[in-house]
């Protein structure tokens, strides 16, 4: 239900003029009465700050964290060997799999996205949006410079949805492919405009009747197309809820700041160790007692002497016609003044240079301020923050584990905002085809970042299996409880074990059984069952029946005297003496 029903149009005599400047009266109420298609340009200075983004790109830093972005942002995938995962919402038919995996090969390989994929998703990264034409006979895709994207018109009543690109020096013929859908009149007046949904020339132009057309806000120059907006591809870094919309928003905008900083920085430093580094040299000139205005004379005499050398004119005339040609002190060269004989006279000094001239911790401070700006971690990059020389970090333990995640999540959130428009691309390709696959059922996904888990979940199992060794040899504590406690293990996954850990020792003997079982944790018999098991036993005296008590009795008073004690807490034997 729209809100407009609630609205009622009122005629009055308004005083009010058509947006164009001309009498025509259908016109005066454009901005009350219509809600016909409005136009988005995005930013004012959108255009400007493509090329703002040029300039950054420039910078080392900057490109090196475009490239760890996009690099981990489109990591292949080694079952289809593409840069996408099918993510299944419900369970699918082996048929069903089997096509989509060979379709998606089919549409990764139609648009090249093996070498073109990084290079879209760091473009997007970059300009905050990334606009392809795609071809309605073939299903490819051409790319589009976003600065020639000047605007786009989207329909207000139909829940903001783009109906056109208005792109600038683009032929939308390839091949004799057209890639609109409908032609619309140049030379319509206002009311054309809102009845075809088309565009007004500019006031250069002219109408059938003689007279200028009107010049208002939907305005489309000579060199502009109006290209469908089903067969524009636009990948945006936008969630529709900032006054860009629909076009996205660059990373590097929040980071435009510190890039400036930096850059500054870096051209003082380099002026300051250009201009104050060399060393200089002080002459002092005696001149005696000359007057204020000869001693100045003087003085310049004789630093013309030693700042210009005469040679021969290339002109010619020989050694009568002499050129002058600056001297910029050469370290080879030696100076002499004259001196009295009380040692008054000219002399050389040298001033040092500037100093402090290997300090940049300044310069450090705003480089890894502009990397933290980006989200990217330290470990990534050439050195640490610190600079030190224990640079390598794997992302196993401590601070390196936090950013890890950190930057994970980051990426994968980047990932969301660009996969939208190629799950919806990919979707189309399928019907295109003819799949008829239900479109709900799965989802198309860029893979998951390059991360360390796979490290964490190893040091974390050998954390568990330290301590579990470590406590595996007190005799009071139970091994199926160090295995559910510290293992990790449930009630399910120890029955599992034992049932597998049988079938794999079945021809075991019985003798063997009882020890290896209670390796894993497994007591038949509880524990005295092992006590006797490795309990020795006891050797036979000469003479007696190992079977009579009396051998019992002898056994246990041989152990008595010669002081090996018997197991904590066993009884004596039956029938023996105490």
């Not at 300039?55 to 490239?67: C, V």
């Not at 990334?130 to 207000?156: A, L």
């Not at 469908?228 to 636009?234: I, K, L, N």
């Not at 579990?468 to 399910?492: C, D, I, N, V």
């Amino acid at each position: 239900m729209s809100w407009k029903k609630h609205f009622t149009l009122a005629k009055t005599d308004s005083p009010l003029t058509n947006t164009g400047g001309t009498r025509d009266n259908g016109t005066r109420y454009s901005h009350y009465a219509s809600h016909l298609p409005e136009v988005y340009i995005g930013h004012p200075n959108r255009t400007e700050r493509y090329g703002q983004y040029e300039t950054m790109d420039i910078d080392s830093e900057i490109n090196a964290a475009l490239d760890i972005l996009a690099e981990f942002c489109t990591q292949t995938n080694t079952e289809n060997g593409t840069g996408f995962d099918i993510h299944f919402h419900e369970t699918p038919s082996e048929s069903e799999i089997d096509i989509i995996k060979q379709q998606l090969v089919n549409w990764n390989n139609l648009n090249d996205f093996d070498k073109r994929l990084f290079k879209i998703f760091r473009n997007v990264l970059k300009y905050g949006d990334q606009c392809f034409i795609r071809d309605p006979e073939t299903f490819e895709w051409y790319w589009t410079e976003m600065g020639k994207v000047t605007k786009i018109i989207v329909n207000e009543s139909e829940g903001k949805k783009p109906e056109q690109y208005i792109i600038k020096d683009i032929n939308p013929n390839f091949e004799n492919l057209t890639a609109t859908a409908n032609t619309y009149n140049d030379y319509g007046n206002q009311g054309d405009l809102y009845k075809n949904r088309g565009y007004i020339q500019p006031s250069s132009m002219y109408d059938g009747s003689g007279g200028a057309t009107a010049q208002g806000r939907f305005d489309k120059a000579l060199n502009e197309r109006a290209i469908e907006a089903e067969h524009v591809v636009h990948c945006s870094l936008t969630e529709g809820l900032d006054a860009n919309w629909p076009f996205g928003n660059s990373i590097l905008e929040q980071v435009f700041k510190v890039y400036k900083q930096k850059e500054l920085l870096e051209d003082a430093i380099i002026i300051y160790r250009i201009q104050r580094a060399p060393e200089r040299r002080v002459f002092y000139i005696d001149v005696g007692n000359m007057p204020s205005h000869m001693a100045m004379s003087f003085v310049e005499r004789v630093k013309n002497e030693i700042h210009q050398r005469r040679i021969p004119s290339k002109t010619g005339g020989g050694v009568n016609i002499m050129d002058t040609t600056y001297n910029p002190l050469s370290t080879n060269e030696d100076y002499f003044f004259p001196q009295t004989a009380e040692g008054r006279g000219s002399k050389v000094e040298t001033l040092p240079g500037g100093t402090n001239l290997g300090e940049i911790d300044d310069l450090k401070y705003f480089t890894n301020k502009l990397f933290r700006g980006l989200r990217i971690p330290s470990s990534y990059l050439p050195t640490g923050v610190e600079e030190s020389p224990a640079v390598y970090a794997d992302g196993r333990v401590g601070t390196a584990l936090i950013q890890e995640k950190r930057f994970n999540e980051y990426c994968m959130r980047l990932q969301r905002l660009v996969a939208a428009t190629f799950d919806r691309q990919f979707k189309m390709f399928l019907k295109w085809r003819g799949v008829e696959i239900d479109n709900g059922t799965f989802e198309l996904r860029f893979n998951e970042p390059q991360n360390f888990s796979s490290y964490r979940e190893t040091e974390m199992d050998q954390g568990k299996i330290n301590t579990f060794q470590a406590l595996e040899g007190y005799p009071y504590m139970s091994k199926r409880f160090l295995m559910q406690r510290y293992l990790g293990l449930t009630e399910e996954e120890m029955s599992e074990n034992t049932k597998m850990w049988r079938e794999e020792n079945a021809d075991v003997s019985v003798e063997s059984e009882l020890p290896s079982m209670r390796s894993v944790g497994i007591t038949p018999g509880a524990m005295t069952a092992d006590i006797d098991a490795f309990e020795p036993a006891a050797e036979p005296v000469a003479g007696e029946d190992p079977a009579a008590g009396g051998g019992e009795e002898g056994g246990a008073g041989e152990a008595g005297a010669t002081g090996d004690a018997s197991p904590v807490g066993s009884a004596p034997p039956a029938g023996a003496e105490t």
